[in-house]
């Protein structure tokens, strides 16, 4: 039979977290307000008070409510860090590292065209000062400031876009960036027997031209091609290990 896509299972309490959440986005209960007794949603739901705990536990990961011991579940503000940074962790894996590329490549162009249009003398100054920076903590061989430097300069283009919402993404996700930088370096090492810092200098090198000439096309092409090279890193890497014992 064609036409018809797979029934997917979805397990118990994700049923109930999902419900939760749509009475909670469609407005229910308030910031401040208390969910129900697990008691009360277990008879409600007719489940067992388990899956009720598991789908609450699911919802205060999300940042969507509170747990306090002995008094109840509370819902409170949604923070989008809290949420980020609970994604940051799951993808902080070797195995996602291309999709975190594409992640970046998808945000940081947004946030190149954005900053070549809105940023300031001041601005750029500071992507200068940070680029020579970097450039020295790589002369001296110091690859820890280096990437310290290196997470430093992109995080300065997102705040160069002036735009809150890819700030905030950035910030809240600094973990997870930060060590994705750190493990750019190793395999370009293990790749090319060179730094990916020490070879992404010219590309890093370029976007601070760029930014300086306000030429948002060449600014596009130095970050694509700087990831593109990393992409062939990684894929190169993933060869490697399908094919070793």
């Not at 969910?35 to 009720?52: D, H, K, N």
């Not at 890819?166 to 930088?181: T, W």
Request: aromatic share 12%; hydrophobic share 40%.
């Amino acid at each position: 039979m064609e036409g018809y896509r797979k029934i997917e299972r979805t397990s118990v309490p994700d049923q109930i977290f999902e419900e939760l959440k749509k009475s909670i986005i469609a407005g229910k209960w308030e910031p401040g307000e208390s969910l129900p007794s697990e008691i009360q949603l277990a008879s409600e739901f007719g489940v067992s008070r388990m899956s009720v705990r598991a789908a609450i536990k699911k919802l205060e990961t999300f940042g969507l409510v509170e747990v306090r011991m002995g008094e109840g579940t509370y819902v409170i503000e949604f923070n989008p860090a809290v949420f980020l940074k609970g994604l940051s962790s799951i993808f902080s894996k070797p195995k996602n590292a291309l999709e975190i590329l594409e992640f970046r490549k998808a945000l940081e162009i947004e946030c190149l065209k954005l900053g070549i249009k809105k940023a300031d003398a001041s601005d750029i100054e500071a992507l200068e000062s940070i680029f020579s920076e970097y450039w020295n903590a790589l002369c001296a061989e110091d690859y820890k400031k280096t990437v310290s430097y290196d997470y430093r300069f992109h995080h300065q283009v997102f705040l160069m876009s002036k735009n809150s919402l890819f700030i905030e993404i950035y910030e809240s996700m600094s973990e997870l960036f930060f060590l994705h930088l750190g493990e750019n370096e190793q395999h370009y090492r293990e790749a090319y027997g060179i730094p990916t810092l020490a070879a992404g200098m010219d590309h890093h090198g370029k976007v601070l031209a760029a930014f300086k000439n306000r030429d948002q096309r060449a600014a596009v092409e130095a970050f694509t091609k700087m990831i593109d090279e990393l992409v062939v890193v990684y894929e190169r890497k993933i060869s490697v290990d399908q094919v070793s014992p």
